[in-house]
Nanobody, 125 residues
Framework: QVQLVESGGGLVQAGGSLRLSCAAS????????MGWFRQAPGKEREFVAA????????SYADSVKGRFTISRDNAKNTVYLRMNSLKPEDTAVYYC??????????????????WGQGTQLTVSS
């Protein structure tokens, strides 16, 4: 089992940048595919990005491709989401999640067993 804690959210102007972090407990962090999802008010939770266990492979939603970068540091049990060129439509609660049986292309919430509590990102226009 793994516990996830996100941090780094906040208020940023459109065009700005921010980096989210997700710290994981436990000794088996490197055995999980890690993903970032987001949920805006009144909308379903949607996939943002995922990264393989080694960090060598990544996948992104089309809406963030070229602007967001997912990375991980297995020595620090942490996964990151670097967000550039932020837009108001990026406003959402961002969640990190862990998938013990997934792969770097896992994009469905049902593929992830463990979730953080979320961190709010608000992008002002």
């Amino acid at each position: 089992q793994v516990q996830l804690v996100e941090s780094g959210g906040g208020l940023v102007q459109a065009g700005g940048s921010l980096r989210l972090s997700c710290a994981a407990s436990g000794r088996t962090f490197s055995s999980y595919v890690m993903g970032w999802f987001r949920q805006a008010p009144g909308k379903e939770r949607e996939f943002v990005a995922a990264i393989s266990r080694s960090g060598g492979s990544t996948s992104y939603a089309d809406s963030v491709k070229g602007r967001f970068t997912i990375s991980r540091d297995n020595a620090k049990n942490t996964v990151y989401l670097r967000m550039n060129s932020l837009k108001p439509e990026d406003t959402a609660v961002y969640y990190c999640a862990a998938a013990p049986r997934g792969f770097y292309g896992s994009s469905r919430p049902s593929e992830y067993d463990y979730w953080g509590q979320g961190t709010q990102l608000t992008v002002s226009s």
